[in-house]
């Protein structure tokens, strides 16, 4: 069997190979260490991408339900009015 590597969509909409995360974690650590020198705290900026990316799962999640539960709305009054396919 092979394997693939993860793949993205680049700009041109071609898949591409995702990134990889290379360095070490003293890299690592002094990358984080520059962006709190810069006035950056990556851990509110963490817990604000959380907040925000749940907020927007829950804003979809509701989007699909509704979607759904008209859907079925509209075949169940499709098969009591004897009008279903």
């Known amino acids: 069997m092979v394997k693939l590597p993860w793949l993205y969509m680049n700009e041109s909409s071609k898949p591409s ?3 990889m995360v290379t360095g070490t974690r003293a890299e690592s650590e ?6 709190r020198d810069l006035g950056i705290d990556i851990d509110e900026v963490t817990e604000q991408l ?13 989007e699909l339900l509704t979607t759904v539960s008209d859907g079925l709305a509209g075949a169940a ?7 279903a396919r």
């Open 17 to 19: 190979p995702c990134p």
């Open 30 to 35: 002094a990358v984080i260490s520059g962006l």
């Open 50 to 62: 959380e907040v925000e990316g749940v907020d927007k799962f829950t804003a979809s999640w509701g």
């Open 77 to 83: 009054e499709q098969v009591t009015s004897g009008d």
